[in-house]
């Protein structure tokens, strides 16, 4: 893998999905970086929710991002292999 990260998981801090996909990520030893969605103020927060509502219109957490494949919720086998095709 490179050292780019090609892993980012947007989540919600109380979310117990988000907290089951974080902790999937870690046991596979994968480098990634979470965004906390609603820990984010002002613009910042703003901006981030136009960027996720173009990959995930419905603006649902998780959204799992692998390359370029978008996985919307804590779904294993689906995280699996979007991370055997890195």
Known sequence: MSHSTPITLYA???CIHCKH???YLERC???Y???FVDKLTGDEKKS???QIKKINPKLS???L???D???VGFKEKEIEEALRNL
Do not use: A, Q, Y
């Open 29 to 31: 030893g994968v480098p």
């Open 65 to 67: 991002v692998i390359n």
């Open 48 to 50: 981030m929710v136009e």
């Open 61 to 63: 957490f998780p959204t």
């Open 21 to 23: 996909t974080k902790e």
């Open 12 to 14: 919600l801090s109380t």
């Open 69 to 71: 494949e978008v996985i």
């Open 33 to 35: 970086n979470c965004i």
